[in-house]
């Protein structure tokens, strides 16, 4: 059986952390890449410097792409939070009228 799940539009999907993560995940594999690089006694074979590279650089894209997303969630969030509070307000003014 299929359980419905109810996503919130406050919930941000845990985006800002996994943005953070992966970002210094990236950074931190390009500072092994560049210390390796730049350091001729800390040497590391072709193929593993390349993949060190491939990994940081999509690690960097991958955290860039869900920073776009956590500020879309948070946009998200404040347009709700201003139609909630215009329909209170219309609320408020129709049962102070009746």
Same mark, same amino acid.
């Given at each position: !059986?299929? $359980?419905t ?8 999907? &845990?985006? #800002? /952390? /996994?943005? $953070?993560?992966?970002?210094i995940?990236?950074?931190? /594999?390009?500072?092994?890449? =560049?210390? @390796? /690089?730049?350091?001729?006694y *800390?040497?590391?074979?072709?193929? =593993? ?5 491939? *990994?940081?650089? =999509?690690l960097i #894209?991958? #955290?860039v792409? !869900?920073? *776009? *997303?956590?500020? @879309?969630?948070?946009k998200l969030? +404040? ?10 307000? +219309? &609320?408020?003014?129709?049962? #102070?009228?009746?």
């Amino acid at each position: !059986m299929i $359980k419905t799940r109810n996503i919130s539009v406050y919930n941000d999907l &845990k985006t #800002g /952390f /996994f943005c $953070k993560l992966l970002i210094i995940l990236g950074i931190i /594999f390009l500072l092994i890449y =560049l210390i @390796q /690089f730049s350091i001729p006694y *800390f040497s590391i074979e072709d193929n =593993l410097s390349g993949i060190i590279l491939a *990994f940081s650089i =999509l690690l960097i #894209g991958v #955290g860039v792409i !869900m920073f *776009f *997303f956590h500020c @879309q969630f948070t946009k998200l969030s +404040q347009i709700a939070e201003d139609v909630e509070k215009e329909n209170n307000l +219309q &609320k408020t003014e129709k049962n #102070g009228k009746k």
